[in-house]
């Protein structure tokens, strides 16, 4: 072999053995990396199963009793728009009929109209849309009710029937109350229940409250605004969505930490350090139930939140609403008690007005009219010093009343303060709602004198028993 052949062999040898080194290296690479990939998708997999498995199971800190679903917040989800997918209905859009328009919300208008369900007739509903021109977050905070409410299945709850989200409007159908919101539906018919049917109703609202609390759902908005009435004077529970409820809630504002809180309706801890819970809901029930006893009076009528605040802090609390019966005020009483701990459930609520209702004897005592004084006179608020009896009704929006009051002998809020709902009845008050209106601002100005001539005595009286004495 010439020199020149011996070294074309080894150039084939040197591409051969390259070949193969180069093949059996990228096979290795090849095989390392579809290891190392399946591998990797393995662990990410059981990974999001396990992270599925803990948010089912220790939503909001909340151990569930074996067998209950419990809620899940759809912040957890990384993709919002699968929760919604997860636990709301796409409804076709050919299915809804629009009537008209009952309301604004904070992300569009509140329409009533009508659902046809395959095989089922049409039934009632309400639309919440979402206006055009919204932004992302808007869309996903819209949406979050939804997901929120399509994971509830309680009488006591408003029901979520779907969602339009595949074309626009983007729309939230729910089932329709007729009698609209607690609140207005009480002041509109302002004295016409029994007591019964009052208590029928707080029942309901706590039913829907033990539902939520069994899941592990915290609403934080509970008040009358948020409840909804149906043509059985059926109370259901709705405004569901957390911080975005907040911002949409009139009633709500901003605490000195930045959070936005309803004042008047949150418990002390919650307003102090935002320590949300079942506990601090139950305390938001006792308001409920003062709002539905005085028919939809505002709870501490024209006091600043700020002297709210102060007011609870020293341990004042809203007196008996006028004709309440005294077991529901102690009722109220439980449910605002500093220590949380100590409120009642919402299950022991359900229990207590279950056994009211069997037994209505036990709803005759009264607290009386005027003579309701909380227990403790040094823990009474300072009330707003009227200059006059104009100012007073001012405040209270009655000032049609005040000639009748002058021409009554009446001239001075010291007088005023000892007025009976039949004096207020006797000067030509003849609305309930108006009597009811004067007797509780009666009432406050009671409290207020009476607290002004006993300061100084019952230094350590307490109304709660596990205070220092
Ligand atoms: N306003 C807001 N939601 C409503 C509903 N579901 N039914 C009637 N009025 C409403």
């Not at 089912?56 to 997918?85: C, M, R, W």
Request: glycine letters at 8%.
């Amino acid at each position: 072999m010439s020199d020149s052949e011996e070294a074309a062999d080894q150039g084939q040898v040197l591409v051969i053995v390259t070949a193969t080194v180069g093949g059996f290296s990228l096979l290795i690479i090849l095989t390392l990396f579809l290891l190392i990939t399946g591998r990797c998708q393995w662990y990410i997999k059981s990974k999001i199963k396990s992270e599925d498995k803990k948010r089912t199971q220790y939503q909001n800190g909340h151990v569930p009793f074996p067998g209950l679903k419990t809620y899940i917040d759809p912040d957890t989800y990384e993709d919002p728009s699968q929760a919604v997918h997860e636990f709301a209905k796409e409804i076709d859009p050919s299915r809804i009929r629009i009537e008209r328009v009952i309301g604004a919300g904070e992300f569009g208008e509140v329409c009533s109209g009508r659902l046809r369900i395959p095989g089922k007739k049409e039934i009632p509903v309400a639309i919440k849309t979402l206006k055009g021109g919204y932004t992302e977050r808007q869309r996903r905070d819209f949406l979050r009710e939804a997901s929120i409410m399509g994971q509830f299945d309680n009488p006591n709850i408003i029901r979520l029937e779907g969602v339009v989200t595949k074309s626009r409007p983007v729309m939230i159908v729910v089932e329709y109350m007729e009698n609209g919101s607690l609140d207005s539906f009480l002041r509109k018919h302002d004295g016409h229940f029994t007591v019964i049917q009052l208590v029928g109703m707080l029942r309901g609202i706590a039913s829907g409250m033990m539902y939520l609390s069994d899941i592990g759902y915290v609403h934080r908005d509970l008040a009358a605004r948020n409840i909804l009435v149906d043509d059985n004077l059926v109370c259901k529970v709705s405004d569901f969505g957390l911080s975005r409820v907040l911002e949409d809630d009139p009633e709500a504002a901003y605490t000195t930490t930045g959070g936005k809180i309803p004042i008047r309706w949150t418990a002390p801890e919650a307003i102090a350090y935002r320590k949300f819970s079942s506990a601090s809901d139950a305390w938001s029930y006792g308001i409920v139930m003062w709002e539905v006893m005085s028919y939809g009076e505002r709870p501490y009528w024209e006091m600043s939140n700020q002297d709210v605040i102060l007011s609870i802090e020293e341990g004042y609390r809203l007196p008996a609403p006028m004709g309440c019966p005294v077991a529901l005020h102690q009722l109220m009483l439980l449910c605002w008690q500093k220590e949380r701990s100590r409120r009642p459930r919402f299950n022991d609520v359900v229990s207590f007005l279950d056994k009211l209702i069997r037994n209505p004897s036990s709803l005759l005592t009264l607290v009386e009219d005027v003579h309701s004084f909380p227990e403790s006179p040094e823990d009474m608020p300072d009330y707003p010093l009227f200059i006059s009896i104009g100012d007073w009704l001012d405040s209270i929006k009655m000032s049609q009343y005040k000639n009748n009051f002058i021409a009554a002998g009446y001239t001075t809020l010291d007088s005023i303060s000892t007025m009976s709902i039949d004096d207020v009845r006797r000067i030509g008050v003849s609305l309930i709602g108006h009597q009811r209106r004067i007797v509780s601002s009666i009432q406050a100005l009671r409290l207020q004198f009476l607290h002004i001539q006993q300061s100084g005595f019952h230094e350590n009286w307490s109304i709660y028993p596990e205070e220092p004495q």
